[in-house]
């Protein structure tokens, strides 16, 4: 992997070990840990969390991965099948049912009598009266 990360350009003095960033980086990537909170023995917070976006920038880190995942895949360590998982998120209640146009207009009918039905309620109404008759007979 060395050969694939950069050099120092010597501006800023000399560059802090690359296994120590990077184990630095994967510790945060594994814990979760903030980036202020990563332990000493990963040097200075700052020149981890530094590194880590100059690489994401440059495409060091695109490069590492194709390189560990070329490797892996000529030894024959990686399983290509694909797997899918479904899940269903559930939305938030008031985001339910929410209107996509504005009410329809009130007839002087449906004033009248104090609302409007629906033609599928109305629908529906006919198929309960049909059952139930049907039950009586």
Do not use: Y
Not at 17 to 34: A, E, F, S
Not at 58 to 82: N, Y
């Amino acid at each position: 992997m060395k050969p694939l990360l950069p050099v120092s350009n010597g501006r800023c003095g000399r560059w802090r070990d690359h296994r120590q960033v990077i184990n630095g980086v994967l510790h945060r990537v594994r814990t979760g840990v903030q980036w202020r909170d990563l332990p000493e023995r990963f040097g200075p917070w700052k020149t981890v969390h530094k590194r880590h976006l100059q690489w994401s920038a440059d495409g060091t880190w695109e490069r590492l991965l194709q390189q560990v995942q070329a490797a892996a895949d000529a030894e024959g360590s990686i399983d290509w099948d694909i797997s899918i998982d479904s899940a269903v998120m559930r939305a938030h209640q008031h985001a339910a049912g929410a209107r996509k146009a504005p009410p329809p207009a009130v007839s002087k009918g449906a004033m009248a009598t104090g609302h409007q039905i629906d033609p599928a309620w109305t629908s529906l109404l006919g198929h309960l009266e049909e059952v139930v008759l049907h039950m009586r007979a």
